[in-house]
Each structure stands twice: as C-alpha cells, then as structure tokens.
C-alpha cells in the first residue's frame, strides 16, 4: 500500500489564490500631479486586478519636486492605501534612473562627485619610420586632464602586438614632438581623466562617481535619509528600496568602449580612444591599496606585454570591484539593514563582456542584494543561435541559489513596445521563471499616459493598455509561478565556473576591443545546450568556490550553505585563465570525489603570468597531457578533458556541446522522475527542470520551440506510484490541482507552454 505526503495545506490554498508578496509588484510610474483622489482609484484598481504591491517610482512628468513635502505626503498616502488592502510597497530612490544623481541635482550641485572614465589615446610609431619625430599634439577636450604619456616599446608575435612593461613618461612633452632613441616599433598612449558628458543619464544630469564612497554616502543622505518619513511602515507594508542600473562604467562606457565628448551640446560625438572606470584621486588610492603605481601600467589594460604578466588587469579589476561593491551596494545595504529593509534592484547584466565592463564581477554585486535581482528588457525568449539572454537571469538565480537568497526579482517586460501582447508577456514569463525569477516587477504601470509619458520605455501594463480588463487572469497566473518558484527548491548538481578572469584578459588584446571573446560564447552556448538536455545547473565565481566547502565520501563535492547540498560536478567552459589557489582547491574537490570537466580549452594561466609553470603543474595532475575524452581518476574523483576541436572532428554532423552533454548525463547521480516519448516535436523543445518541497516534487516543463509538442510519460522512478499511474497537473491558467493517468499522452503548446507536474513521494 503506498501512502503519499501531501503538500503543505497553505501552498495548495495559495496555488488557487497566491498571496501578495507573489504576485505581480510593478513599477508605478508616478508621473504627474499626484491627486490623493486619482491615486487611490488607481491602488484600488490595481488590487482588483490581482496586483501585489507596488514600486513607487518618480517618473518624467511628475509635477511634484522629488522629495519635497508634496511627493513624500503622496508617499505617505499610497503606503497607508496599501496598507488598508495588503499590498506590499518598494521604494524607489532616484528621481528617474539610473539610480544615484537625485535626477541629476546631487552631481551638478557637486561637481567633485561627477563619475570619470579613464580615456586611453593610441599613436603608434612605425621602426620604418625612424629617425622621423612624431608629433605629441593630443588635443585637449574641455573636462579631461591629461593624466600621462607613456611610450611602449611594442613587437609582434604571433599576429598580437605586446608591449615592453616599462615605458617612457613624457607627460610633459604634451605639444612637442618625440623621437625614440633607437630604432624600433612603440605605441604612445596619451591617458586622460575625463567627466562623464552630460546627459548620459536618463534626468539629463551627470552620473555619480559609484567608485567615491564619499560620493555615494551623500547620495544615501540626500536621497534615502528623506525616506525616514516613512519609518513607520518600514518592515511591514513598505518592505525595502529598489535601486536601479548602477555601474561603475554607466551607459556610454557599458554600451561602447569609445569615449563620448563632455559637452551636452554634441553628446553623440566621441573623442578618440577607448575608455575604462576612474575616479578622483586614483593614482593614490590605488597605490595606497595595491603597493603599485598604476599610471606606468595603464597599456596592459589594452595590450598583453612581452613578460606575459597578467597581474595588472586582474588586480585593476579586482580593485575597481572592491570599491564600487562595498562603496556603493556594501554602503547602502547597511543603511537599508539599519532601518529594517531589503535592499533590491539590479544593474547592467549580459553579456559576461558586458558584466566586466559595468560591473567588474557581477557576482560580487549580487550578493550584496537581499533578493537577487535582474532585468529583462524587450521581447523574446533566448534561442539556440541566441542563447545570451540565459546568463543574465541565470547569473541572479545562482547567486541567490548559492546564497540562500530565496528570492529573485526581475524588473520585466519593459522596452518591448506598444504592441507587445499578452501572449508574448506570458511566454517571456515563463522563461524567467523556469531560470529561476520568483518575484515579478512589469515595468510599468503608468499613472498617467498624457503627452510625451506614452513614448517613456513603453509598454504600459496599466489601465491605458486594451488588456486591462483581462489582467487579473495574468496575475494570478504570475502569481501561481512566483508561488511554487518560491516555496520549493533546486538541487542541482552541475556548476559552471563564471569566465569572468579569462574575460578580463580576453576583451582587450592589440589595443583593440573583443566583444564576443570565446569563452563568453561558449559560457552562452553551454548554457543554453544543459537545458536543451535538462541537466540543472547553477553559474559559480572563483570567489564563491574559494569560501565553499569541500565534501567527500557518500555525498561529494563543493557546498555552500551549512546543510544545503552538494554540487559533485564542475565544468570549466573554455576557462584559460585560473587563480593558483582555486587549482589546488579544485585538485582537493576531485580527490574527494568531484567530478572536473574541462571544456574547450585547459587553464594555463594564472592570475599573474601567462603560461603559469605552478598552474600548469596542478593542471597535468588533473588532466594529464589533455587527451580528449580520457577520463583520469584521481583519488575518489576524476578529471576529464573535452576538445570541441576534436569532438568536431570524430562527428561532423553533430554539435559538440550536445555530445557533451550525453556524456554529462550519466554524471548526474540524481535520476529525473521520469521518461518521456515525444509524439510531436523534438527533444530540444522540451525543456525541464525539477523542484521539490517537503513531500512533493515537481517537474516544470516548457516547450520554447513554434510547434505544439506532445509527450507520453513512460516511466516513474518510484515503481509503487507508478503502479498506480498517479500523477498531478497544477495548472497554471486555473489555479487547481487534478490526477492525471501517467500513460496518457498530454500536449503542451506553445502558447501555453509551462505546466506544473507534481509526483507525490510515498513513504
């Protein structure tokens, strides 16, 4: 006789009508004048239709000055409206966005606190043109100090341009012209401090210098001390602060690498050279830090130099990531601690290129959110030829994941226009919710419409959208996702380690910009292919690896919260570049009893040196001479190598990542619930991942494909169950629970494409 655990008596109730804090928490744009009268017609039309709470959002057209009495009295009046119909509410600190300029007041009444880049000039000098002088006649641009000219002595090898470590500092020859004293090939790098232009931000203004903690402890005063008005609610009805796209490289230096002009009037133009995250008094600060003098350094952010040294990258990014996490995200999560809120929001996520540029180690920030949070502008799912919209979302839910966060918030569906639908809302839904979001924020709900406010980041989710009279159907429906991606959980057992190091090294290379370096691609490419497989699996950074412990005997591998579980296999896609400790933790995870796979390529160089003898002793340990597909045992684990070259090479027709993963599968310990035979559609179409809670687990489907798929489930793991071919569907769209016979052929459609199937475990 089988008995069966029944889910919890809440999570049944709530699956038919969720809760507030799961369901749908917009951006309200309050962007008007702000009548008590329209703003409560509003929250009572919001809670009618199925919303969860709202984030108070100071928008463009908002007649009220930010924080004056007025804005905080509406404020005070939306909270306590809230409050009588038990909605949540989010504050919201900035004055538009990005977050850190009080809509641009704070860095034009400081100057000092304007955010500056570094700007990096090239000339090179030819040896077929000596002894001819080369002229030093850099112009000068209104808002940039001159910071250094250095002279490389510079040659090629291998089709690279690298330079000699110690160059010439002629800073003073600024106008005049040079001549090397010998014959020979240089590159001359004139490096600029430069203001960020004006208008880069979204008010207009100048952005904040997120690397000055000095800068951003006023921007805590002017702009989350006012919130103390509010203290009140804090912890109950006004739950935290949202904070919003941040960065220590804010737009013009995250969407390019060349410099944009200082003066508002041309703000399009750009001055020659690429640019790189500054602050005042730089030069100081880090020699204080490090024990170097950056300034001779600065060509290796641009050129791999003779010595195959790599110090000076990791080092600069380290640091700048040091400063912006704990100056910034450190800063304002302990106010927001102190007063008893969560701290939440998110930054400038994908690519990982993207990440190192505004960021520096994204990973780093996100551990300083209470819940995890990510973006998820315009429509569209990721595909297999597009697979880069994973990492983002993927890389929030790790962190959250490997953190013990619970929660993953994701500012969604904004920028993908007027006519975007419902269906297309739904579908992108359930994307980001099967990568792991489990608290929805739309962007945006719009106070009022009027004028110009219809072309602000369109679509409206609100009254003024034709499908408004139908969205409490979508609430609930996001609010069913959010509920059981929040009450139940994961237990992967597949990591992939983060390319982030190799990514510092590979974006610059000849003084030239590598937008799609190889590991990035493959980090997407491999992404995308584990689901195809359904293999879970979560993202890792050397920093979360290095504080993890290491388990052996029955339940080997890395873990990372006390009696959480154990991650036992480690892939390295395409990772060439590897801390020395990491390796020697990453040989101590294999003997006991981890499983390394290394894709692509085997890391090689350390955190200092190309070609590092020490990492490349550990590596022959692990690896051996690098024979694809031999697997060594070491200890009670193993190591293996896969060259995708070769892969290629032995199945032309195949994709070496797919083959990969069949050989990943036999890995996995963890077997799914069950088997399936697909009637209509292929494999890849079906994408799934398994959740439990105590008693249940469930298996999440999707079909991301343009067809109708149709699955016949053959077989359950737990034989006693499956005698009895029970099986449950909650079902999205209607809120209840029904048995479904296992061998009956069920279809899931693309439109309709995420299904809940739980298997009650017996006892």
Not at 91 to 100: T, V
Not at 271 to 291: C, H, K, S
Request: include cysteine.
């Amino acid at each position: 006789m089988t008995n069966t655990l029944p889910a919890s008596d809440d999570i049944i109730r709530q699956f038919n009508n969720p809760a507030a804090t799961y369901r749908p928490q917009p951006f309200w744009f309050l962007n008007h004048k702000l009548e008590r009268q329209e703003l409560e017609q509003q929250i009572s039309a919001m809670h009618e239709q199925g919303v969860g709470g709202v984030v108070l959002h100071a928008r463009h057209g908002m007649q009220a000055e930010y924080l004056s009495s007025e804005f905080m009295d509406a404020l005070s009046f939306c909270t306590e409206e809230c409050r009588k119909r038990g909605m949540d509410v989010w504050l919201y600190d900035e004055d538009n966005w990005p977050s850190g300029t009080l809509g641009g007041k704070l860095t034009r009444q400081h100057p000092e606190y304007r955010m500056r880049y570094l700007r990096i000039e090239e000339r090179r000098y030819s040896a077929a043109d000596w002894p001819k002088p080369l002229p030093l006649d850099f112009q000068l641009y209104d808002h940039n100090e001159l910071i250094a000219i250095l002279a490389y002595r510079a040659e090629e090898q291998g089709g690279e341009w690298l330079l000699h470590p110690e160059p010439l500092r002629m800073t003073e020859q600024l106008g005049d012209v040079w001549t090397p004293g010998s014959e020979g090939d240089y590159v001359v790098l004139a490096c600029w401090s430069c203001e960020i232009a004006e208008g880069m931000t979204f008010a207009g203004g100048y952005y904040l210098d997120t690397l000055n903690p000095e800068a951003v402890q006023t921007f805590i005063r002017l702009s989350y001390e006012p919130l103390l008005q509010l203290q009140q609610h804090y912890g109950s009805t006004i739950k935290g602060v949202f904070t919003d796209e941040p960065g220590l490289m804010i737009h013009d230096g995250f969407f390019g690498v060349e410099a944009i002009r200082t003066e508002v009037r041309d703000v399009e133009a750009t001055l020659p050279g690429i640019v790189f995250a500054w602050t005042r008094g730089m030069e100081e600060r880090y020699l204080a830090d490090n024990g170097v003098d950056l300034i001779p350094q600065l060509g290796a952010l641009l050129y791999h130099l003779t010595d195959g040294s790599l110090t000076v990258r990791q080092q600069y990014y380290d640091t700048v990531t040091r400063w912006y996490v704990e100056g910034y995200h450190g800063a304002i999560r302990e106010w927001c601690e102190r007063h008893g809120l969560l701290y939440i929001g998110h930054t400038l996520e994908e690519p990982v290129w993207g990440q190192a540029r505004s960021q520096g180690n994204q990973t780093q920030v996100l551990q300083q959110f209470h819940y995890s949070g990510v973006d998820y502008l315009t429509a569209g799912i990721g595909s297999k030829d597009n697979p880069h919209r994973i990492v983002s979302v993927k890389t929030a839910a790790s962190v959250a994941q490997l953190e013990n966060k619970g929660r993953v918030i994701c500012e969604s569906f904004g920028a993908s226009g007027h006519a975007y639908s419902m269906r297309q809302r739904r579908l992108d839904a359930n994307f980001i919710a099967f990568l792991g979001v489990n608290l929805f924020i739309p962007h945006a709900f719009y106070y009022s419409f009027a004028g110009y406010r219809k072309t602000d980041f369109p679509p409206t989710e609100f009254k003024h959208a034709p499908h408004w009279p139908h969205y409490r159907a979508f609430a609930d429906y996001i609010g069913r996702l959010s509920l059981l991606g929040a009450r139940t959980s994961r237990s992967p057992e597949v990591l992939l380690l983060s390319p982030i190091r190799t990514v510092y090294q590979d974006m610059f290379a000849s003084g030239v910009s590598e937008r799609k370096p190889n590991a990035d691609t493959l980090f997407q490419l491999l992404s995308d292919r584990l689901l195809r497989s359904a293999i879970d699996y979560d993202y890792v950074d050397e920093c979360q690896l290095a504080v993890a412990d290491i388990i052996g005997k029955e339940r080997p591998g890395f873990r990372f919260a006390e009696r959480g579980g154990t991650y036992p296999l480690l892939v390295l896609p395409c990772i060439r570049v590897m801390s020395r400790q990491l390796a020697v933790r990453l040989l101590s995870f294999v003997q006991s009893g981890g499983t390394l796979i290394a894709v692509g390529t085997i890391p090689q160089d350390s955190e200092s040196q190309h070609n590092d003898p020490e990492l490349k002793r550990v590596m022959e340990q692990l690896f051996g001479e690098g024979c694809h597909g031999d697997r060594r045992f070491i200890g009670d684990g193993s190591a293996l190598f896969y060259s995708l070259e070769q892969a290629k090479r032995d199945n032309e027709d195949a994709d070496p990542l797919e083959s990969l993963c069949t050989r990943l599968k036999p890995c996995v310990k963890r077997q799914p619930l069950f088997s399936y035979t697909m009637l209509e559609g292929g494999l890849e179409d079906l994408i799934v991942v398994e959740r439990e809670e105590p008693g249940r687990r469930y298996a999440w489907m999707m079909n991301w494909s343009e067809q109708e798929v149709a699955i016949r489930l053959d077989h359950h793991q737990d034989e006693a169950v499956a005698g009895e071919r029970v099986i449950e569907e909650w079902r999205l769209e209607h809120g209840d629970v029904r048995p479904m016979p296992i061998i009956s052929p069920f279809c899931i459609e693309k439109l309709t494409p995420l299904t809940a199937v739980t298997f009650p475990r017996s006892v």
